[in-house]
């Protein structure tokens, strides 16, 4: 392991003198006044930004919680069919172990689709209409058997130290579109396995952590963003409040010359008020055609729940939000009855994410924004109770679809089985790294300055995955 | 929850850190340097120069890498390659444009003219190079990682020796202590002058927040304004070092540095149901002003200290939880991994908080920057991986390795035996239950053939005596039932969750560490005998057979002469000052090493780790020293001269603004509110089950309608409290000496519209009203008293207008929508945009 991201002192003091980013970032301190600045404007300037050409303005993050099995949705394996029942011998799979487990064949048909031919599953028939659309990654493997450590790891690349989630880092590196929203917005974020920490900004300044909008056990019809309504003024009594607290700040920042603390506040509490009014316009879909809406499967069972989260991710992604998370709740995680588990899940999310995809396209959206489907882990070629299957990091499936993916394309490969990766393998910090280059920002060279060192994503590891880009 | 909203003044931060539209928009000079670096410059180093002067070559001719910046700025054996902005002085340039001789490069053939010319233009430009960090390794120059070497850093010097009374002066009747001396020398070196005193109200307020996290009451600023002697401000501030509530602030300090939490974080968050008494041990203890290397000795090796009462053992074993609290990956690791990991945890958190190191960086390489060896990193990791913190015990019904606990009081080890008992033979007894149910229904069947095979098999779920078929079948069946019963009842009453504490204890086979390669848990290196690090002391360590070593480290730490005591105390001072000034005298107060910032006034450091040491690490003395200096009273007004000089205030020419900590804001709320009850808490999480945030909604989490102060409130990692999260509380995970004061959105919606604020501005706008007899109904009158409980101040004239005007006038649209709680309503408003302005959020 070789960290390269080390700079002595005083080069980088040179640097920041330099450079019109360390500038800024000096500007910075006395703009914020906050002491926390005071170790982070020894940060290294950011390297002018877009690092690479960037291909993607944002992303939406389609997270299936609780890790679908691979092997029953986006890889076949007809040899896994054929040995169903016995013993899956750990040399057929690169194991040690005589057996792995008893193997357990895929219940459900598969085909391909498109022009492109990507296999995918009777479970996904909305999806399988965008098949050219999606690249779909079938050599993903991570490290976390237990889902906490998988979902720290595949939203922070960390599991025992809390470090920055994907979307703080792409908040930091790309900033925000929007004037009334954040950058980064989580919609129906876990509550467990790591909670916040999964969209947490730790050391990176806390305007970048995602903002929740409710959580994966809430029906989103229900969610609500704290504190963005008064449940006891109306909106004319609330702006006489706050024209008197305005009043009072002015006055404030008048007998004291110059305070950028106090300036700050009084932006702020007009940037609160607006985003009083702007975020429920989004939120409601009360403009949305009836078209719209039926593309997603709102208003039917069982899409109706995650059709609005796509929807609404949309929504965000029109009005200049950097990255969505879509969560799903708890719910993918079949160590018994996979098949009616898989049938029940699948139904839920298809149509909405096959909406998403072609409202994104219809829209010209999809061109530069990207879509990630994917969870912690895959699971288990072998069988589990009986009629289910376990939690698998070392091998599943992802895709990506949109801003600079290669379409219709299949890349990697597992064993026979499902079992491990077999070619072109793609960890999750691969995934990350691809991700930022996807958005022109190279993971080695988005860094940030922490107790003492230049911290990134992917840590010491990942590789951009080129071939599947354009 | 930190909802964080972009906000407009950090459009800049935006702007630096972020998307940097406006930056390649403008395209400003660094933009066009860089751009021409990477057309121009860029392909000709590597065509021309790499092959010889690149990390990746083997040759590193002259020692000169070309592939960073920090290559040629540090340069090679002749210094520095290039001058920045000077063409004819950079060594580069005249090699390149063949002119001396001795120093020709390339060596085979001189450079065609138009690229030496791109040279020279990009030199004088300022050589700008967007390269950060290609061959950071290579360049270091001698190795930063050696221990003898390193003790030339400045803090790890012994301590100066400084005058008594500081250095001379010219405003010789400016300072009322060493300490300002110190201040003032800096100031007029740099021809600045420091600020007026702040006036007596501000001054009350300030002292009262810095020292109890509280404002003052209107009495108590009354008594003050009365008698403007020195001695009036000596006795309030004697009277809040030992108020009770002084713990309750201080100890939120270390809290911090502790990463106290009710809960493990990371990927399962179990409650820890005991870790209130750490909390309220470390409040104590500052209360006590307990001699704050024995406060470190006591955590590091509490339960290994020698005690002369139960009460004296248990509180001892309590700060011993110091090393548990942290959190801990609980699934999916390997053992050893997981051993390492918590000893790395351990370590950071021992680095950072008490030394201000980062020693995190030695896991799995030398340090690149501080003289700590991965060989001290793992000399220090034996003794902590010859201790423990986890145990296994049975949770949510099964065994799993969890924190170690420990009963406390004189029958506390009985207590927890039989609580873990039952717990654990839980399953086995509700096996037993229902065999003896099954026996139970054969014996009431009279089946005696059918109950002798049952009984044979079951001995254990038939009572005494019931197996023997000559025994009356109706005692028979009556014994039985009594058993049933008896089984139902052991089982329907568990023991009460007895008094325990999180606690470290010594493994059973204490060993040297091996080195781990890269830091992986599963390639050994070279053994290391457990030990200290080898920059403050090369004494080595004896440590008893069948000892871990952590008594021996906790007496090394605090050691002021063969130990790193100077190095904690001068890290213990710079917090302390840091806390009460508002700035660091080493702003990165975590970070002491190379990578952090030098000391603004390292003189007046040492003073202040001198005064420490020789108070026998009085922390309240320090304190008492600082508040009374002059330099603590200074207002905070702006000056524009002052600030042309020294933007950032380093050399204290006025007082820091400090943004109120969220504690400090609710209580100070529920103060002005009359409703804040300071007495010491309990558990405030004991209503939660063991998971602290389970997977599932689960609304009785992050409650904060206690009525005490906010250092009580329930800290769940990954699950902090609203008003915790917008207003940037420690985060729990890791050691955190410096917190963030953001200026955003959130804060506002917060302030706006959280029911926790209007609540607390309704209960003010009560108490308000209800003053009637004491100062008089007169709006003018609650006018002002609202002012002094809420903002320590009197209303200017103008203010007194357009607030008043407000409650007119909003008194009478409520009235008009026939409210009866009118005037409450609209004086709560008021109250509400008092506690929301800049002047009750922002300290003067």
Redesign the interface.
């Known amino acids: 392991?070789?960290?390269?991201?080390?700079?002595?002192?005083?080069?980088r003091r040179?640097?920041l003198q330099?450079?019109?980013?360390g500038f800024?970032?000096l500007?910075?301190?006395?703009?914020?006044?906050?002491?926390?600045v005071?170790?982070q404007k020894?940060s290294?300037?950011?390297?002018?930004?877009p690092h690479v050409a960037a291909r993607a303005k944002r992303v939406i993050f389609l997270f299936m919680w609780g890790g679908p099995s691979h092997v029953d949705i986006f890889d076949p394996k007809p040899q896994l069919s054929a040995i169903s029942g016995q013993p899956l011998s750990g040399k057929s799979v690169g194991s040690d172990a005589d057996s792995v487990g008893t193997a357990l064949g895929s219940p459900f048909k598969f085909a391909q689709h498109g022009d492109s031919g990507v296999w995918i599953s009777e479970l996904f028939p909305h999806l399988s209409r965008q098949a050219d659309r999606m690249c779909v990654i079938r050599s993903m493997h991570t490290e976390?058997?237990?889902?906490?450590?998988?979902?720290?790891r595949l939203h922070t690349g960390q599991?025992?130290l809390?470090r920055p989630s994907v979307g703080a880092w792409v908040?930091?590196?790309?900033?925000?579109?929007?004037?009334n929203?954040?950058?980064f917005i989580t919609i129906s974020p876990?509550?467990?396995?790591?909670?916040?920490?999964n969209y947490?900004?730790?050391f990176l300044?806390?305007?970048?952590?995602g903002?929740?909008i409710g959580?994966a056990?809430?029906p989103l019809a229900k969610a609500v963003?704290?504190?963005?309504?008064?449940?006891?003024?109306d909106k004319g009594?609330?702006r006489?409040?706050?024209d008197?607290?305005q009043?009072?700040?002015r006055?404030?920042?008048r007998d004291?010359?110059?305070?950028?603390?106090?300036?700050?506040?009084?932006?702020?509490?007009?940037?609160?008020?607006r985003?009083?009014s702007t975020m429920p316009q989004i939120m409601s879909l009360s403009d949305e055609s009836k078209e719209t809406l039926e593309l997603y499967g709102i208003d039917s069972e069982p899409t109706d729940n995650f059709g609005r989260q796509c929807l609404l991710a949309r929504k965000f992604a029109e009005n200049g939000v950097r990255y969505i998370q879509v969560s799903t709740d708890?719910t993918w995680d079949h160590h018994q009855k996979v098949q009616p588990g898989h049938v029940k899940e699948s139904a839920k999310v298809d149509r909405p994410i096959a909406g998403l995809i072609e409202d994104l396209a219809r829209r010209g959206l999809l061109e530069d924004t990207l879509v990630v489907w994917g969870a912690e882990f895959g699971r288990t070629p072998m069988v589990e109770n009986g009629d289910g299957r376990n939690h698998h990091p070392k091998a599943f499936t992802m895709w990506m679809a949109g801003g600079g993916v290669r379409g219709g394309l299949t890349y990697g490969s597992t064993d026979d089985f499902g079992y491990a990766p077999a070619e072109n393998p793609v960890h999750m910090h691969d995934l990350h790294a691809t991700i930022l280059y996807a958005l022109g920002l190279d993971h080695e060279?988005l860094t940030f300055r922490h107790?003492?060192?230049?911290f990134r994503l992917t840590d010491v590891f990942g590789n951009v995955v080129h071939d599947v880009l354009v | 929850m930190k909802l964080i909203w972009r906000q407009i003044f950090v459009t800049a931060l935006v702007w630096v850190f972020a998307t940097t539209s406006t930056f390649l928009a403008a395209d400003s000079p660094a933009v066009e340097g860089e751009k021409y670096f990477e057309t121009h410059v860029r392909p000709l180093l590597v065509e021309h120069c790499y092959k010889c002067h690149s990390s990746r070559s083997q040759k590193r001719e002259g020692g000169l890498l070309l592939d960073s910046m920090a290559g040629w700025s540090v340069g090679g054996g002749k210094g520095p390659a290039i001058v920045p902005g000077d063409v004819d002085a950079s060594l580069l340039i005249s090699a390149v444009r063949y002119t001396d001789p001795d120093l020709q490069m390339p060596p085979d053939n001189a450079l065609p003219n138009d690229v030496v010319a791109v040279l020279e233009r990009w030199v004088a430009m300022g050589a700008p190079d967007p390269r950060d960090h290609e061959s950071a390794e290579e360049i270091q120059r001698g190795n930063p990682s050696d221990p003898i070497a390193g003790r030339d850093h400045w803090a790890f010097r012994p301590l100066a020796v400084p005058s008594q009374d500081g250095p001379a002066v010219k405003a010789i009747d400016w300072p009322r202590s060493p300490i300002d001396s110190f201040v003032l020398a800096e100031l007029e070196a740099a021809n600045l002058s420091p600020a007026e005193d702040a006036d007596r109200r501000t001054l009350v307020r300030r002292v009262y927040f810095q020292l109890i996290g509280l404002p003052p009451t209107p009495e108590q600023v009354a008594a003050f304004l009365l008698d403007d002697s020195e001695e009036a401000y000596v006795r309030i501030v004697d009277e809040l070092l030992n108020s009770p509530q002084f713990g309750q602030r201080w100890g939120r300090h270390w809290l911090d540095l502790a990463r106290y939490a009710d809960s493990n974080g990371l990927d399962e968050n179990f409650l820890f149901r005991e870790a209130w008494r750490y909390r309220n041990w470390v409040i104590d203890a500052v209360n006590a002003d307990v001699p704050f290397d024995q406060f470190l000795r006591e955590q590091i090796a509490g339960d290994l200290l020698p005690h002369e009462s139960v009460a004296q053992r248990d509180r001892q074993r309590i700060a011993a939880g110091f090393l548990a609290i942290g959190p801990k990956v609980l699934l999916g690791n390997d053992p050893n991994q997981q051993r390492m990991d918590v000893a790395d945890e351990q370590l950071d958190t021992i680095g950072r908080a008490i030394l201000g190191q980062t020693l995190g960086c030695a896991r799995c390489h030398d340090h690149k920057f501080d003289p700590i060896p991965t060989a001290d990193y793992y000399a220090l990791a034996g003794i902590l991986t010859s201790s423990q913190v986890m145990e296994r015990r049975y949770m949510l019904g099964e065994q799993r390795l969890m924190e170690q606990l420990v009963g406390l009081g004189s029958d506390g080890e009985q207590l927890d035996a039989a609580y873990e008992k039952y717990w654990r033979e839980r399953p086995q007894l509700l096996e037993q239950q229902k065999q003896a149910k099954s026996a139970l229904e054969i014996l009431e069947k009279a089946d005696a053939g059918a109950f002798e095979i049952f009984a044979a098999e079951h001995a254990d779920a038939v009572a005494e005596g019931v197996a023997d078929s000559t025994k009356n079948s109706e005692q028979r069946l009556e014994a039985q039932k009594a058993f049933v019963a008896a089984l139902g009842a052991s089982i329907a009453k568990p023991p009460e969750i007895p008094p325990r504490a999180m606690i470290v204890g010594d493994a059973e086979t204490p060993a040297d560490e091996t080195i781990r390669l890269a830091g992986q848990f599963d390639r050994h290196g070279e053994k290391v005998p457990r030990g200290f690090l080898r920059v403050v002391s090369d004494t080595a360590v004896e440590i008893p057979s069948g000892h871990s070593g952590r008594l021996e480290l906790a007496h090394w730490l605090t050691d002021v002469n063969v130990g790193a005591g100077r190095l904690a105390a001068r890290v213990l001072a710079n917090r302390i000052w840091y806390h009460m000034i508002g700035r660091g005298i080493v702003r990165t107060v975590d970070n002491f090493g190379r990578t952090g910032e030098m000391p603004s006034h390292p003189e007046l450091l040492d003073h202040l780790a001198r005064e420490l040491i020789d108070s026998s690490w009085s922390v309240k003395s320090l304190i008492r020293k600082i508040v009374l200096s002059r330099t603590f009273r200074m207002r905070s007004h702006h000056h524009e001269a002052a600030h042309a000089i020294d933007p950032e205030n380093r050399l204290l020419w006025r007082a820091h603004r400090r943004r109120l900590d969220p504690e400090s804001l609710r209580d100070a709320m529920l103060s002005a509110a009359g409703i804040l009850d300071v007495k010491p808490m309990d558990s405030t999480v004991s209503y939660l089950g063991d998971q602290a945030t389970a997977v599932g909604d689960n609304s009785n989490r992050r409650r904060t309608d206690f009525p005490c102060r906010s250092v009580y409130l329930p800290v769940i990692r990954n699950d902090l409290p609203e008003l915790f999260g917008v207003f940037d509380f420690a985060d729990p995970h890791a050691t955190t000496g410096l917190r963030s004061q953001t200026m955003v959105a959130t804060q506002g919606l917060f302030m706006l519209n959280d029911v926790s604020v209007m609540d607390a501005a309704e209960a003010t706008a009560r108490r308000l009203l209800a003053m009637e007899s004491t100062s008089g109904s007169e709006p003018e009158a609650r006018l002002d008293q609202l002012f002094g409980l809420v903002l320590t101040a009197c209303p200017t004239d103008d203010e007194r207008l357009e607030l008043l005007a407000f409650v007119a006038e909003t008194q009478k649209r409520f009235e008009e929508d026939s409210d009866t709680n009118a005037e409450v309503r609209a004086w709560a408003m008021v109250c509400q945009a008092l506690f929301a302005s800049s002047r009750f959020l922002v300290l003067e």
């Open positions: 392991m070789r960290c390269h991201q080390f700079l002595p002192t005083t080069t040179a640097m330099n450079s019109a980013a800024g970032s500007a910075l301190a006395a703009l914020a006044g906050q002491q926390a005071a170790d020894l290294p300037a950011l390297p002018p930004l976390g058997s237990a889902h906490g450590e998988a979902l720290l599991a025992n809390v908040s930091y590196g790309l900033g925000c579109e929007s004037d929203l954040p950058a876990p509550r467990g396995h790591g909670g916040v920490q947490g900004s730790a300044p806390a305007m970048h952590q903002t929740a959580s056990e809430i963003v704290s504190n963005l309504a008064n449940q006891r003024l009594l609330q006489s409040q706050l008197l607290i009043s009072i700040n006055r404030h920042l004291t010359t110059v305070d950028q603390n106090i300036e700050g506040l009084i932006a702020n509490y007009e940037l609160a008020f985003m009083q708890y060279r107790a003492g060192r230049n």
